[in-house]
C-alpha cells in the first residue's frame, strides 16, 4: 500500500487569464498533517476545491488514495471528509438535530455516528444550547464534527482556526492532532498563520501565487532554521571562492554580490577575515546571525512575510 494519500501532477487552474494555481505536484503522506501555508489568494482553496471535485482542474492530475479521481470520485469522496466553507446549519436547531439532518441527508444509518463525532470534538450530545447560542469555536467544532461524522480516512479542511482566539485556536489545534495521532487520521489542512502551522503540521507545503515553491517534512524545514555567519564585503563570489579553496568548504551561501552567509561555524573567522583582506576584500561587517523559519519563508516567497 503506498505511503502517498493525496498526489498532483502538473495541476492547474485558470479562470479566463488570471492563473489561480500553476503545475501544482503535491504529495500528502499517509496518518500525517500536510500544511500546506500561504498568504490568502495564494490559491490554497481553489487547490482544496479541485482536490473534492467541487471545481474542475483546467489541467493535470489528481490521485487520492492510489486511485484516479477523474474514473472513482465517487469511491474516493465517500472517504473524506471536508471543511472548505460554514456548514449552513439552522440557527434555532441544537447541534445534535443539526447533525441528524445532514445524517439523513447523507443516508448515514451508521448506530451511533452523530455521537461519536460529536463526542470526538468535544461537543455534548442531546444539549439544548441553539445553535445560534454556540461561540465561535464551537461553531468550529460542530463542523469538524460533520467532517468526521461518517469516519473518513482523510480530512481537508481549509482555514479551521481562521477567525478563533488564542484559546480556540489552541483547542482546535489539539483536537486535530488528536484525529491524526490517537484515530490514525490523515489531514490536509491550509492556514495563512505561520506559526499555527509550524506548531501542528508534520508536512509543509510552501504556495505562494498558486505555485508550490517548497515542500518537506517541518523537520527538514526546520533544519534551515539555523545560525551562521553573515559577512557584508566588497565581493561576494570572490570571498566564496576562497572559502572553497582556503578552507575547504562549500557550506556557505551568496546572497548577492555583497553578502555572504556561512554556515560552517567551525571554521575560525578571524582567519577568514585576516584570508578575505589579504586577498583585497573589503569587509564592511561580521555578525553571527539566526535563521528563523519566518526568514525562510520570506525568501522563498519574495521577501513577503506570511502573518
Same mark, same amino acid.
Given at each position: 500500500?503506498?505511503?502517498?494519500?493525496?498526489?498532483?501532477?502538473?495541476?492547474?487552474?485558470?479562470?479566463?487569464?488570471?492563473?489561480?494555481?500553476?503545475?501544482?505536484?503535491?504529495?500528502?503522506?499517509?496518518?500525517?498533517?500536510?500544511?500546506?501555508?500561504?498568504?490568502?489568494?495564494?490559491?490554497?482553496?481553489?487547490?482544496?476545491?479541485?482536490?473534492?471535485?467541487?471545481?474542475?482542474?483546467?489541467?493535470?492530475?489528481?490521485?487520492?488514495?492510489?486511485?484516479?479521481?477523474?474514473?472513482?470520485?465517487?469511491? !474516493? #469522496? @465517500?472517504? =473524506?471528509?471536508? *471543511?472548505?466553507?460554514?456548514? $449552513?446549519?439552522?440557527?434555532?436547531?441544537?447541534?445534535? &438535530?443539526?447533525?441528524?439532518?445532514?445524517?439523513?441527508?447523507?443516508?448515514?444509518?451508521?448506530?451511533?455516528?452523530?455521537?461519536?463525532?460529536?463526542?470526538?470534538?468535544?461537543?455534548?450530545?442531546?444539549?439544548?444550547?441553539?445553535?445560534?447560542?454556540?461561540?465561535?469555536?464551537?461553531?468550529?467544532?460542530?463542523?469538524?464534527?460533520?467532517?468526521?461524522?461518517?469516519?473518513?480516512?482523510?480530512?481537508?479542511?481549509?482555514?479551521?482556526?481562521?477567525?478563533?482566539?488564542?484559546?480556540?485556536?489552541?483547542?482546535?489545534?489539539?483536537?486535530?492532532?488528536?484525529?491524526?495521532?490517537?484515530?490514525?487520521?490523515?489531514?490536509?489542512?491550509?492556514?495563512? !498563520? #505561520? @506559526?499555527? =502551522?509550524?506548531? *501542528?503540521?508534520?508536512?509543509? $507545503?510552501?504556495?505562494?501565487?498558486?505555485?508550490?515553491? &517548497?515542500?518537506?517534512?517541518?523537520?527538514?524545514?526546520?533544519?534551515?532554521?539555523?545560525?551562521?555567519?553573515?559577512?557584508?564585503?566588497?565581493?561576494?563570489?570572490?570571498?566564496?571562492?576562497?572559502?572553497?579553496?582556503?578552507?575547504?568548504?562549500?557550506?556557505?551561501?551568496?546572497?548577492?554580490?555583497?553578502?555572504?552567509?556561512?554556515?560552517?561555524?567551525?571554521?575560525?573567522?578571524?582567519?577568514?577575515?585576516?584570508?578575505?583582506?589579504?586577498?583585497?576584500?573589503?569587509?564592511?561587517?561580521?555578525?553571527?546571525?539566526?535563521?528563523?523559519?519566518?526568514?525562510?519563508?520570506?525568501?522563498?516567497?519574495?521577501?513577503?512575510?506570511?502573518?
Amino acid at each position: 500500500m503506498s505511503d502517498i494519500i493525496i498526489e498532483t501532477t502538473g495541476l492547474t487552474k485558470v479562470y479566463g487569464t488570471q492563473k489561480s494555481v500553476v503545475d501544482l505536484n503535491l504529495h500528502v503522506r499517509r496518518g500525517r498533517i500536510y500544511g500546506l501555508l500561504g498568504r490568502n489568494g495564494a490559491g490554497k482553496t481553489t487547490t482544496m476545491k479541485m482536490l473534492l471535485s467541487l471545481t474542475q482542474p483546467t489541467s493535470g492530475d489528481i490521485r487520492i488514495f492510489g486511485k484516479d479521481i477523474r474514473t472513482s470520485e465517487k469511491e !474516493i #469522496l @465517500s472517504q =473524506i471528509g471536508s *471543511l472548505i466553507e460554514s456548514p $449552513g446549519f439552522y440557527p434555532n436547531l441544537t447541534g445534535t &438535530e443539526n447533525l441528524k439532518i445532514f445524517a439523513q441527508l447523507r443516508g448515514l444509518n451508521r448506530k451511533n455516528a452523530i455521537h461519536d463525532a460529536l463526542d470526538l470534538v468535544g461537543l455534548p450530545f442531546r444539549d439544548k444550547k441553539l445553535y445560534s447560542q454556540y461561540s465561535l469555536g464551537m461553531k468550529q467544532r460542530l463542523a469538524i464534527a460533520l467532517s468526521v461524522m461518517h469516519d473518513p480516512a482523510l480530512l481537508i479542511l481549509d482555514e479551521p482556526i481562521n477567525g478563533l482566539d488564542p484559546i480556540g485556536i489552541a483547542e482546535i489545534r489539539a483536537f486535530i492532532r488528536a484525529l491524526c495521532d490517537e484515530k490514525g487520521k490523515t489531514v490536509l489542512i491550509s492556514s495563512h !498563520i #505561520l @506559526s499555527e =502551522i509550524a506548531l *501542528l503540521a508534520d508536512d509543509i $507545503g510552501i504556495i505562494d501565487q498558486g505555485r508550490l515553491l &517548497e515542500e518537506g517534512s517541518l523537520k527538514e524545514l526546520e533544519e534551515k532554521n539555523h545560525k551562521f555567519i553573515h559577512f557584508s564585503l566588497s565581493d561576494a563570489e570572490r570571498a566564496a571562492a576562497l572559502l572553497t579553496t582556503q578552507f575547504k568548504t562549500q557550506r556557505f551561501d551568496v546572497e548577492d554580490e555583497h553578502t555572504l552567509r556561512l554556515l560552517d561555524l567551525t571554521l575560525p573567522v578571524p582567519s577568514i577575515n585576516r584570508c578575505f583582506v589579504e586577498n583585497g576584500i573589503d569587509i564592511s561587517e561580521v555578525r553571527v546571525c539566526e535563521a528563523t523559519l519566518e526568514d525562510y519563508f520570506k525568501k522563498v516567497t519574495g521577501g513577503v512575510g506570511i502573518a
